[in-house]
């Protein structure tokens, strides 16, 4: 990888400067995985003997280059009672990017473990080799006025034109967006008690716009494998708009007792709306599927900070903070009456599926259940003759996904101390999220493969117990629940987890030994530990390891890596 950024300003006089920047970033990207013998015929394919796998192959290169520069012409002027200042510009980003790449599968490697592109059937396999180049083009405004340092008011304009909003009506008009922001110094204007060193009241109201993905506004056929064309089957749109989030916020900051108090409280709400959906075309239509803009996907949320210094001395002071944020999704509107929900992702061989509904929120997971009266009890099947009660295994419902929970905490909340003792520092962050769900095939597919430590355990005492009933009949209660295709129910969890997210020990080396070096001004030698334990996990798994963080499968573990704890030595001089 490599980077460049350059920077140029030139001062007319006190009240007018102009300043132009630009930066590059051009990275190069090779990936070679490996898969051997052995690995799941559902990533290998199995071979042509059937006994097993033989592996696969991915290759594939990659490189890009981002350019950015802007001009930025800037007036500034302080009045008797107010103060200005101005800043109009443009700027251009620029993005280019292109690849190559195969992969063996759903062929197979014709010798196990031999990794080469002359061991795999591209016949059966997949080649890549693709382009891209996106470009914005930008003119914007923002200007403050303030009045006798008490109140302050800001404002900006931008305007976007985007490549990928080519063949719409958005081409050339592109498409604005401003904001405005008051803040308001109490401490300045009214006469408050000498312990208060800062009241401050904020509020502001924004619109910002993003263009749409590369091509979606033209979608063309393509050429795959043996020169056999794709032919698209998403119908043009020209009335494409852009999508456009409306924002507001208040808040307020004070700090007391010569700041050893500090308090930070903000409230959010934000709407985006016009955003892209792919509908299925009614029957005889010439294309399957096609674009709509719809959607109103709303956030509110509140963030508070709280800090404070107990304890000031001259050799020792403890320092302590308190972060509390919470945040709500929900879905306002989709696509209109006809489209109740949107699936991101699942079904086919797996028994989750990401959701969005109007009420919904992003992060909502549907599975499969048990099937239970009215009540909420199991239902078993009904008994053979001469079967045991404790046989009979529970009914599961796999024809109705229901939703199980969203992966999202009902609060995030941190606490943060640093401690210092003459040249000693002790810092440490206990952070935690409290509420949510997460499932893990993980567990489902060890359960049913019989190799977890619950199925161990349901062996050693001969039964299961589910809510309250005993089944003896433990294999064939995890074949049927267990696996990728089981109930998923059975293998959520409450994500809620507290952990020692970081400490740090270090010591100032004495003012009195760097001064004989003539060039060292301070240093500082530490060690930092991240990710050290849980103090609770009510997971079977770290819940931030999550298998995606996009729309799709929000809070599901497949297979997942454990995260990792860290600890690290760091040496910090300053010359």
Known sequence: ????????????????????????????????????????????????????????????ESSSLSSYGDVLFTYQQQFTNFSVNASVGASINDYTGNGTGFDSYPGILSVP????????????????????????????FTGQVGFKDQIYVDVTARNDWTSTLAFTKYKNKGFFYPSVGVTWLLNETLKLPSWIDLGKI???????????????????NSITKS?????????????????????????????????????????????????????????GSQYARYYINAGDIQNTGVEVMLNGTPVMTKDFRWKTGVNFATNKNEAKALAGDDFGYFTFSGGESNNVWSRLEVGGSFGDIYGTTFVRDEKGNIQYEPAKE??????????????NPVKLGN?????????????????????????????????????????????????????????????GRQITDVEGFYNQVGGRAGVTEHYMYRATNIRLRELSIGYSLPQAWLAKTGVIKNAQV???GRNLFFFKNNAPYDPDGMLSTSNRLQGVEVFGMPTNRSIGFNLKVNF
């Not at 001469?386 to 024809?399: A, H, I, M, N, Y």
């Not at 952070?431 to 489902?444: H, K, P, Y």
């Open 202 to 220: 904020r509020g502001a109201w924004s619109k910002v716009g993003n263009g749409l993905n590369t091509y979606t506004s033209n979608p063309l």
């Open 407 to 467: 992966s999202t905490p009902d609060f995030n909340l941190g606490w943060s101390n640093t401690i210092t003792w003459k040249d000693f520092s002790l810092y440490f962050l206990i952070d935690g999220r409290f509420g949510g769900e997460v499932m893990s095939l993980t567990e489902a597919d060890l359960d049913q493969q019989g190799v977890s430590k619950a199925t161990g355990d349901a062996r050693d005492r001969g039964y299961v117990m589910l809510e």
């Open 113 to 140: 473990n031999v990794f080469t592109m002359q061991n795999c059937s591209l016949n059966k396999g997949s080649l890549t080799d693709w382009k891209t180049h996106t470009q914005s083009q930008s003119v914007f």
């Open 1 to 60: 990888r490599t980077l460049l950024n350059l920077s140029v300003k030139y001062k007319f006089n006190d009240l007018f400067s102009i300043q132009a920047r630009g930066s590059a970033d051009y990275v190069v990207d090779k990936n070679n995985t490996r898969m051997y013998a052995g690995t799941s015929p559902v990533l290998c394919g199995m071979n042509p003997a059937g006994t097993g796998t033989n592996g696969r192959y991915i290759y594939g």
């Open 227 to 283: 020169g056999s064309i794709n032919f698209n089957s998403t119908a043009p749109f020209a009335e494409l708009k852009p999508e456009m989030t409306t924002s507001i916020e208040f808040g307020t900051e004070w700090r007391f007792f010569n700041s050893r108090l500090e308090f930070d409280f903000t409230y959010y709400k934000t709407n985006t709306k016009n955003q892209l959906f792919t509908l299925d075309a009614p029957s």
């Open 526 to 528: 530490s060690l930092v």
């Open 386 to 399: 001469g079967q045991k009660d404790s046989d009979r295994l529970p009914l599961v419902d796999k024809t």
